[in-house]
């Protein structure tokens, strides 16, 4: 482990504990349906504690951002891995493509929403932008057995706006169009809606070739913009 990594994470340990808060952290825990432990920190608690565990610390090589990465994905409380998944998008301008091999290990190691769609809109997606040859491995994921992976692959355009790759953003709403899981179906609702900002009648449209091939959930939350469109 990096020097950086270990002063880093351990600074955090300490402005993190500081600020724990036990009451909040069982509300917290049952809102993540029990999956992880929290220190019960609020998103504003949390990122200016890490501001006082980064002060005077250098810019990350892209060696060290694994590192911090990782290391933080082996703590327990959840608060550590939000803080990973800021932290890499600080500094997306930093790693190569084949950093989305690392970033393909956080998403599916100790998986749920919260961490993986901060990867996917923030960290994957500012990768394959900054590194458009790597998204052939979109289309990988796109098809992939772990869900969270396809879950990223749909989700990894969504800050793109004019820039979405339309073909590639429609192709993998179709081909997961049938797939059962909850998680699936609110991401494909998810990135059509948010494409409804930049072309609402690509969606409209989109929507009306698909029919019932797509699920109830996910054409009620493609749908919920166009209304007055």
């Known amino acids: 482990m990096s020097d950086l990594a270990v002063v880093l994470v351990d600074r955090l340990a300490a402005a993190f504990d500081e600020a ?14 029990d999956q992880f432990p929290f220190l019960g920190l609020t998103s504003p608690v949390r990122r200016a504690r890490a501001r006082v565990a980064l002060a005077g610390l250098p810019r990350p090589t892209e060696a ?10 082996s703590r327990d409380e959840r608060e550590f891995q939000q803080f990973a998944c800021d932290y890499l998008a600080k500094h997306i301008q930093v790693p190569g493509p084949a950093f989305l091999d690392t970033v393909a290990e956080l998403i599916v190691t100790k998986s749920w929403w919260d961490t993986v769609d901060a990867l996917a809109a923030h960290v994957v997606g500012g990768l ?8 052939t491995r979109m289309d ?10 396809v879950r990223a692959a749909i989700l990894h355009q969504l800050t793109y706006g ?12 179709a081909a997961q169009a049938g797939h ?3 998680f699936i179906r609110k ?7 948010q494409h409804t900002r930049t072309d609402p009648e690509a969606v409209r449209a989109f929507l009306s070739a698909q029919g019932d091939r797509l699920s109830p959930l996910s054409r009620r939350e493609a749908a919920k913009h166009l209304v007055n469109r």
């Open 20 to 33: 724990r808060d036990p009451v909040r952290a069982v509300g917290a825990a049952a809102y993540m349906r």
């Open 64 to 73: 060290e951002l694994r590192d911090v990465a990782l290391t933080c994905w």
């Open 128 to 135: 394959v932008r900054r590194h458009p040859e790597t998204v």
């Open 140 to 149: 990988e994921w796109s098809r992939a057995d772990d869900m969270w992976l």
């Open 162 to 173: 004019p820039a979405t790759d339309t073909d590639r953003l429609f192709g993998y709403c």
């Open 180 to 182: 059962r899981d909850f």
């Open 187 to 193: 991401a494909i609702g998810w990135a059509l809606r």
